[in-house]
């Protein structure tokens, strides 16, 4: 069974707002995602965690800060975003290390961000 | 630089009206190749892995082939629910931590 769950599913957060959220997966899975999709657009990695630790930070803005406090969790803490953040975010995991290519990557619901 | 492009955009079948979907890729060591679902403001959805020239994997009314420049997904006798968009991504030796995904094609099934 292949499961992410993310919460919050929706989120509306003001331009000077602090807001989080939430991911979680059960398969033991040691690689870690954020993602970002815009409409009518394929996802765009953010960031990726191997074995907790932050493997790749794809020039993301710093008004967005993933933490990973464990295996299981993965958190996107965000401040000051800017209208043009809204957007849906992609948590995703895959099994083994982040650099063994080929694994699958499974991905969650997402949440829906509105920054207004 | 890896490239990814699918065909067509958009795509409009009537019911029980077999078709296929292309994705061409220009990479350089393919480890993976991938196809998801995704509904109207949801996750992908994963459907298939294939690593190699010649694979061939079905689910359903689903069947996705590989050759070395291109993938096909043939969707047979399709129903409305089969609506959605499918994206093709595919993760390489000079790329192994991510995916680089194509633009995807929008599937509409009629009744």
């Known amino acids: 069974d292949t499961e992410v769950t993310q919460t919050p599913k929706h989120l509306v957060m003001g331009m000077t707002n602090k807001k989080s959220l939430k991911c979680e997966q059960h398969?033991?899975?040691?690689?870690m995602y954020w993602y970002k999709q815009k409409a009518k657009k394929p996802p765009e990695l953010m960031f990726v965690?191997?074995?907790?630790?932050?493997?790749i930070n794809e020039s993301v803005p710093s008004r967005f800060s993933p933490e990973c406090p464990n295996s299981s969790l993965l958190n996107l803490h965000l401040h000051a975003l800017q209208p043009e953040d809204s957007a849906l975010y992609l948590c995703a995991s895959s099994q083994g290390s982040v650099g063994t290519s080929g694994n699958t990557i499974y991905f969650g619901e997402g949440s829906w961000l509105t920054v207004v | 630089e890896d490239q990814v492009t699918q065909s067509p955009e958009a795509l409009r079948l009537q019911e029980g009206e077999s078709s296929s979907l292309n994705c061409s890729y220009t990479v350089s060591g393919l480890r993976g190749l991938f196809w998801y679902r995704q509904d109207p403001g949801k996750g992908p959805e994963f459907l298939f892995t294939l690593y190699s020239a010649g694979e061939e994997k079905e689910k359903e009314r689903l069947k996705a082939t590989l050759t070395k420049k291109e993938s096909f997904l043939h969707i047979t006798a399709p129903k409305p629910e089969d609506s959605a968009t499918y994206l093709c991504a595919v993760r390489t030796s000079g790329s192994a931590r991510q995916l680089t995904f194509g633009s995807g094609t929008q599937l509409t099934v009629l009744p």
């Open positions: 398969m033991g899975h040691r690689a």
């Open positions: 965690y191997s074995y907790e630790k932050l493997s």
